[in-house]
Nanobody, 127 residues
Framework: QVQLVESGGGLVQPGGSLRLSCTAP????????IGWFRQAPGKEREFAAS????????YYADSLKDRFIVSRDNIKNTVYLHMNNLNPEDTAIYYC????????????????????WGQGTQVTVSS
């Protein structure tokens, strides 16, 4: 069973930054698109960002593209989500997921297109 592991969540003040990490201890991620999704309390899971296997293409939710940056280091088998200027509306559980052959923005936005998921990391933005 493939398991992704997220880390880096926590409590941060409004205006602060966090960097989330996604890795897979027993699985190589370099052939997979990696997506980041988030689920706030009482809301549906939503797409945040994703990155192609090579790292050459990134996709973002329109509302997040000015504050979030997704990157990857395939040597370290790790994908990152850099989150800046956080606000309370960013409070959610953040999940990373792996999927293959997701070559359009539309494909990346749909959680059903991702095959493997992590258990999530909690991000809380509060003063």
């Amino acid at each position: 069973q493939v398991q992704l592991v997220e880390s880096g969540g926590g409590l941060v003040q409004p205006g602060g930054s966090l960097r989330l990490s996604c890795t897979a201890p027993d699985f190589t991620l370099d052939h997979y698109n990696i997506g980041w999704f988030r689920q706030a309390p009482g809301k549906e899971r939503e797409f945040a960002a994703s990155i192609s296997a090579s790292g050459g293409t990134t996709y973002y939710a329109d509302s997040l593209k000015d504050r979030f940056i997704v990157s990857r280091d395939n040597i370290k088998n790790t994908v990152y989500l850099h989150m800046n200027n956080l606000n309370p509306e960013d409070t959610a559980i953040y999940y990373c997921a792996a999927g293959r052959d997701l070559n359009t923005r539309g494909l990346n936005r749909r959680s059903a297109n991702f095959d493997y998921w992590g258990q999530g990391t909690q991000v809380t933005v509060s003063s």
